[in-house]
């Protein structure tokens, strides 16, 4: 049964299985949000359908965005039945703090993601001497700790410690001189006056996406430009690449969005 429009042919009720189709949830939620009152069709078709109006759906939006937040539907309940304008405003108002919450958190579990990727060499199985022979004095247990910590639930993490529980120390010796050789390139390019976006810097920048492809977890071109802004973006990984020629943190990422520009155009 289609929704009954206005005469300029604007929906103004819509259908349980409307509903449920344009706001993702099942016509059994929809049924059981009228069982217990919180969201009741206030309107009847002629043959006695039971309809949603404007104002039903726009409750169900703020139910919606409430259930999103991990709210009760006790709570829900609560502050929406309370329809006077002060009221209304406080609520979209605390709606919008909750969001914006959430938005924060989400920004810095990405920022620490991004970083526990480009940090993977932090699961390698080594003693502490091992480490700092292969990696240097930069290398610490609380990068680690905060790899795991945060990202250890991830698809990627689970790829990268699978293949990485096989490496022997002669491996990662391997990774090592992959990476110098990788940071070489970048360097040898740069001092040579080439742009980033020349076939020599965007060839080392795809060399720099498939050792990580290979050794650790999948990582696309247009994902690694995510790493490549990092490098600029946080000063612990500009320091890591500035040590080797001043500048170059910036010129590794500018290759690999060029890099990046390169591979889409060419897919």
């Known amino acids: 049964m289609e929704g009954m429009t206005d005469g300029t042919g604007v929906l103004t009720v819509l259908t349980v299985g409307q509903v449920a189709e344009r706001f993702g949830v099942t016509v059994r939620t929809l049924h059981h949000y009228d069982a217990i009152g919180l969201l009741s069709p206030s309107a009847r ?6 309809l949603y109006t404007e104002q039903d759906v726009t409750r169900l939006q703020h139910v919606v965005v409430y259930r999103r937040l991990d709210f009760s539907l006790e709570e829900i309940a609560q502050l929406l039945d309370d329809g006077t304008q002060p ?32 940090r ?12 700092r022979e292969l990696f240097g004095d930069g290398f610490t247990d609380e990068y680690a ?13 689970r790829q990268s410690q699978q293949r990485t529980s096989r490496y022997t120390k002669a491996d990662w010796e391997e990774v090592k001189a992959e ?27 795809e060399r720099a996406r498939l050792q990580i492809h290979e050794r650790f977890y999948d990582l696309s071109a247009e994902f690694h430009r995510n790493l490549g802004d990092m490098y600029v973006s946080d000063p612990r990984f500009t320091a890591t690449y500035d040590d080797l020629r001043p500048g170059l943190a910036q ?17």
Do not use: C, K
């Open 45 to 50: 078709s002629h043959a006695g359908y039971r």
């Open 87 to 118: 009221a209304l405003l406080e609520h979209l108002r605390r709606q919008r703090s909750a969001v914006v919450s959430r938005l924060e958190e989400l920004a810095e579990l990405v920022t620490a993601i991004d970083r526990a990727l480009e």
């Open 120 to 131: 993977e060499m932090t699961g390698i199985d080594l003693t502490r001497e091992e480490q």
């Open 145 to 157: 700790a905060e790899a795991e910590e945060r990202w250890g639930g991830t698809e990627a993490w």
């Open 179 to 205: 990476t110098d050789a990788v940071n070489a390139a970048f360097v040898a390019a740069m001092e040579a006056g080439l742009p980033p976006t020349s076939e020599e810097a965007m060839d080392a920048a």
């Open 251 to 267: 010129y590794v990422r500018d290759a690999i969005h060029a890099n990046a520009d390169r591979q889409t155009a060419g897919g």
